[in-house]
T-cell receptor
């Protein structure tokens, strides 16, 4: 069974440009999460999808970030326009259920560098 | 605000020595506690979790952690370190049965010969 995959693995863009990150969850996992780690700091929750619906987007930093999950399969996270402080590693995770007893399976992350 | 604290951003041990990685949480409600490990160029992998059953939790690769409510701690231990244990370790918490993980800042474990 394939794990959570993320594309690209690395992205370097200039301030003001747009970047779209993609996450493919484990097949059959209705729950999809985005997290971000800014260098030297903790991994922080961004948002949670249940199928195609946003269950919790309390961690989204601002309206430059747009997450979608059309059809309840893969998800994209768009940053437009990118700022220097958006640099970091963006992780995606998926799980079968919402309760804490369900393990969240993480992808390898996308390292975003904004110059 | 509820938080997780990992003491020591870098820990170095000799191969065969005890591994002890510290995690403390602040919470007014019963937590669910997790330890994740990240090897280079890989995603986070769950080592173990505490979900209000036994306070001593055994995980993969010989790791275990003990939930101590009185100390609000969930320290990770392994009796004998192996070179393959070198990685970054994250303590994480959810509260009230929710599934939004709150992470500590991570501890980089180095194992030396």
């Amino acid at each position: 069974e394939a794990g959570v995959t993320q594309f690209p693995s690395h992205s370097v863009i200039e301030k003001g440009q747009t970047v779209t990150l993609r996450c493919d969850p484990i097949s059959g996992h209705d729950n999809l999460y985005w997290y971000r780690r800014v260098m030297g700091k903790e991994i922080k929750f961004l948002l949670h999808f249940v199928k195609e619906s946003k269950q919790d987007e309390s961690g989204m930093p601002n309206n430059r970030f747009l997450a979608e999950r059309t059809g309840g399969t893969y998800s994209t996270l768009k940053v437009q326009p990118a700022e220097l402080e958006d640099s970091g590693v963006y992780f995606c995770a998926s799980s079968q259920g919402q309760a804490s007893s369900y393990e969240q399976y993480f992808g390898p992350g996308t390292r975003l560098t904004v110059t | 605000a509820q938080s997780v604290t990992q003491l020591g951003s870098h820990v170095s041990v000799s191969e065969g020595a005890l591994v002890l990685l510290r995690c403390n949480y602040s919470s007014s409600v019963p937590p669910y506690l997790f330890w994740y490990v990240q090897y280079p160029n890989q995603g986070l992998q769950l080592l173990l979790k505490y979900t209000s059953a036994a306070t001593l939790v055994k995980g993969i690769n010989g790791f275990e952690a003990e939930f101590k409510k009185s100390e609000t701690s969930f320290h990770l231990t392994k009796p004998s370190a192996h070179m393959s244990d070198a990685a970054e370790y994250f303590c994480a918490v959810t509260w009230g049965g929710g599934n939004k993980l709150t992470f500590g800042t991570g501890t980089q474990l180095k194992v030396e010969l």
